[in-house]
């Protein structure tokens, strides 16, 4: 069985650690990090690469994982490899 994964390098205007402040209510949003709100969405996963860059990977959620971030978050960068 052939998996089909999309790969996103993403960059922010800011540090990842001042974006997990967007999830200041664990409670309401059953997460407390980007990386744990990323990874909830099935078949994706969030890994921090440097203090404001990370990778994505997700198999069919891709598009409303960044559709979200464009709304969010501030994006520098986006490059799919």
Not at 59 to 81: A, F, Q, S
Request: proline residues 4%; hydrophobic residues 35%; contains cysteine.
């Amino acid at each position: 069985m052939e998996t089909n994964y999309s790969t996103l390098i993403i960059t922010f205007r800011q540090p990842i650690v001042e974006l997990n402040e967007i999830f200041d209510n664990p409670i309401a949003w059953g997460v407390s990090t980007l990386k744990e709100w990323i990874d909830c969405s099935e078949s994706t996963r969030f890994t921090q690469i440097t203090h404001d860059t990370a990778v994505i990977t997700s198999e069919y959620n891709m598009e409303l994982v960044v559709e979200w971030l464009e709304k969010n978050t501030p994006i520098k960068e986006k490059k799919y490899v």
